[in-house]
């Protein structure tokens, strides 16, 4: 094929063409060159072993590790094509960027069905991933290494995204979706932001030390956010089968909760603030849990026959709780042992509110 | 497959005129050029059916009497290489692209416009797969972009379309989230009709209806501005830093859900909430109404900034806390209307200068 490429150049060179331009506008004549190349087909299982370019040409079935990138500076082109693994193969792998890889790029297609990692970044690794779907695997994504993923969608596996970094490398998922997984972003010492969670059949974020930013988890079947140790803002929980957000030694601010049994449930030390409960209207419906040291200040409760439950230690100051007629006309706060709840005014046949107590907590 | 030979010839043959090393390096002759295939795996489409996993591109613009692409099967990478793909405004049925895959595997549509097309210019039917659309404008079709859960839509344009601009979601929870970022429409019915998706930094102007219709949403960083009726329309949605201009009725309509940082300006009313939402740290500017808070929603801790008629108007069991108010002669900062509303106290100070006063909790600043 090369030759009777060279062949037809040289020989377009000695033959005297039109040389005036068609008529019209300049359109396109070829393929872009950064389509083009430089780069190297992969049709197999391959493991990449010098820095370079490397492509997809079709899609690939594999029983087996799929691709290993053992060299720094590789960058991957999916080019929207599939691997399909064999998901009785225990631990087989669709992307293996090995330890010491650096400078890895990954983009375009999907990996499905391999029994262990749709794509591992090792610990020593660096990786960044854009745009993948992984799909029934046991681990979507498993970040060991300084790994970013960029709009990549885990579904149906075991965990979507399961991050176990440390405090030596940054790892951060962003604008990624995890449907239907078991659990749809975990692990430790990762950041999240603008990430999506819906119908994971256990948690939707189950994250430790960490931060979580402006993300949502909607129709989980367990808990939307699961969080310890972790600094987490904007959040939007709704519809989870047990509890919006669970926090432990965390901080929430300015999120909204809505239509979960338990809104937040808040324990050791963690900070909740400025958020916004609904809860769902039902018998038994919490819109704050508060225990063990949590400090509940500046939020807006509504629609939980209690609103905030302060047990064992919690704070709870400065909040204002709806009491809604015609919807939960038993919205309250339960003062529990050993808690420290500002003062609570029921205001809720209206009128101004006089009292000069920062702390007040106002039942409107 | 000519155009790729072309591209290849026009590669090889720039060689001889550059003025490079003749002669030849030392050692065999080594492989230098890829194979065709190899250079381009994808496949030339323009219009109708992909029935065919894999990866397609659009060789040049193209007509269509019709429907323009249609994706049957999911797996299917559609780039529009920069062109354009016209019908011919003669059917309701007729989209653009119409993906009626129902796969789980991933649809990407990317980089070309779609316009004139009666039925709609991009439609996606099923939420089964995800679906990427990068970079895609639908100009003067049916609608814009039709499109069922699941889906990412990063800078994509709809401009006046027939109908709405994106209608994104399925209204029927649970569905997939979808999210769409630095996305424009300009003109239409509504601008962007979504259910449960995240948008950030997208913008609508020009709607004859409103901007943004959402239902349990996250928005961050958008703007509607000079729409006919409302800017943002959202229910059990939370708001961020947005901000909503010249709209024709209303800045912001919210039942349920919150709005934070947000900011509006020359509405007939700035914000409007109601059934147990929340505002705080907002801005209105010079709306006729700042805001109205009715049914247990809270408007806290915000400023409403020389409106023409009244400040705030507070009714069924609605609570105003902490605000900064800022009213013109003959306006009422607060007006309370039904029953069951709480009002922090009204402090005023009608004339500028250093003050000692200590502020009550939860009062409201008006000057």
Redo the contacts between chains.
């Keep these: 094929?090369?030759t009777t490429?060279?062949a037809?150049?040289?020989s377009?060179?000695v033959t005297a063409g039109p040389i005036d331009p068609p008529a019209g506008p300049v359109?396109?004549?070829?393929?872009?060159l950064g389509?083009?190349?430089?780069?190297t087909?992969i049709n197999g299982p391959t493991t990449i072993t010098a820095p370079g370019r490397y492509?997809?040409?079709?899609?690939l079935e594999i029983f087996g590790d799929a691709i290993d990138i053992a060299s720094s500076d590789v960058t991957l082109d999916l080019?929207?094509?599939?691997i399909v693994g064999d998901a009785d193969l225990d631990d087989a792998r669709g992307i293996d960027v090995l330890a010491g890889a650096t400078g890895v790029r990954i983009f375009?297609g999907?990996i499905r069905e391999f029994d262990g990692d749709g794509i591992n970044v090792a610990s020593t690794a660096e990786a960044l991933i854009e745009?993948v779907?992984v799909?029934g695997c046991g681990y979507g994504f498993e970040f060991r290494g300084a790994a970013r993923a960029v709009?990549c969608?885990a579904?149906?596996c075991g965990f979507g995204f399961r991050v176990l970094g440390d405090a030596t490398r940054s790892i951060v998922v962003t604008?990624c979706?995890a449907?239907g997984n078991g659990e749809g972003f975990s692990g430790s010492f990762g950041s999240f932001e603008?990430c999506?969670?819906?119908?994971n059949s256990i948690n939707g974020f189950n994250v430790s030390s960490g931060s979580v930013t402006?993300c949502?988890a909607?129709?989980n079947n367990n808990t939307g956010f699961s969080l310890f140790d972790v600094r987490a803002s904007?959040l939007?929980a709704?519809?989870n089968g047990l509890v919006g957000i669970s926090a432990n030694r965390a901080m929430v601010v300015?999120s909204?909760i809505?239509?979960s049994p338990t809104g937040i449930i808040a324990s050791g030390f963690t900070t909740i603030e400025?958020c916004?409960v609904?809860g769902t209207g039902q018998p038994g419906s919490v819109g704050i849990d508060a225990n063990s040291s949590a400090k509940i200040s500046e939020c807006?409760v509504?629609?939980a026959p209690t609103a905030i439950d302060a047990g064992n230690g919690a704070v709870v100051i400065g909040n204002?709780v709806?009491?809604?007629?015609g919807r939960v006309s038993s919205n309250t706060i339960v003062v529990g042992s050993g808690s420290i709840v500002g003062v609570v005014f029921d205001?809720?046949?209206?009128?101004?509110?006089?009292?000069?107590?920062?702390w007040?907590n106002?039942l409107? | 497959m000519l155009d790729r030979i072309v591209a290849v010839l026009a590669a090889a043959a720039a060689v001889p005129v550059s003025h490079a090393q003749i002669n030849p390096p030392i050692g065999p002759v080594g492989p230098s050029l890829s194979e065709i295939d190899q250079i381009e795996p994808r496949r030339a489409v323009s219009a109708g059916p992909i029935t065919t996993p894999g990866s397609y591109y659009l060789s040049g613009n193209a007509s269509s009497i019709g429907s323009g692409v249609i994706i049957a099967v999911g797996g299917v990478t559609l780039d529009l290489a920069g062109f354009t793909l016209t019908g011919d405004n003669n059917g309701p049925n007729d989209f653009g692209i119409w993906v009626t895959a129902n796969s789980d595997e991933p649809v990407v549509i990317k980089n070309g416009t779609v316009k004139s097309f009666e039925g709609g210019g991009v439609e996606v039917v099923n939420d089964a797969q995800p679906v990427l659309i990068h970079n895609v404008s639908a100009v003067r079709n049916g609608f814009g972009f039709r499109i069922a859960g699941g889906a990412t839509l990063t800078d994509c344009h709809a401009l006046n379309n027939a109908g709405n601009g994106f209608e994104i979601g399925d209204p029927n929870l649970p569905g997939r989230i979808s999210g769409l970022e630095r996305c424009t429409s300009t003109g239409h019915d509504v601008g962007f009709r979504i259910w449960n998706a995240r948008l950030l930094a997208c913008r609508a102007s020009g709607a004859t209806g409103t901007g943004f219709i959402v239902n349990d949403g996250t928005l961050v960083e958008c703007i509607a501005n000079t729409n006919g009726i409302q800017g943002f329309n959202g229910r059990d949605t939370s708001f961020v830093a947005c901000a909503a201009t010249s709209n024709g009725n209303v800045g912001f309509q919210l039942i349920g859900g919150s709005i934070e940082g947000s900011r509006t300006r020359d509405n007939q009313i700035g914000f409007e909430i109601s059934t147990q939402a929340h505002a705080r740290e907002c801005v209105s500017l010079q709306d006729t109404t700042g805001a109205t808070v009715s049914f247990s929603s809270l408007f806290e801790r915000s400023s409403v900034i020389f409106p023409s008629t009244r400040g705030i108007l507070a009714s069924n069991n609605a609570i105003v806390l902490d605000n900064h108010i800022r009213v013109g002669n003959n306006v009422d900062a607060i007006t309370v209307s039904g029953t069951g509303s709480v009002i922090g106290r009204e402090v005023t100070f009608s004339s500028p200068g250093n003050t000692s006063y200590v502020k009550p909790v939860g009062a409201n600043l008006i000057y």
Excluded: C, Q, W
């Design positions: 094929m090369r490429i060279l037809l150049a040289f377009s060179l359109a396109p004549t070829g393929t872009p389509e083009i190349g430089p780069g087909p492509y997809l040409t079709d899609d080019r929207g094509f599939t375009g999907t745009n779907v799909r709009g969608t579904r149906n604008a979706s449907d603008r999506s969670a819906t119908g402006d949502r909607v129709n904007k939007y709704k519809l300015e909204d809505i239509e400025r916004h609904t807006n509504a629609n204002t709806s009491k809604f007629p205001l809720s046949t209206g009128g101004t509110l006089t009292s000069g107590n920062p007040a106002i409107y």
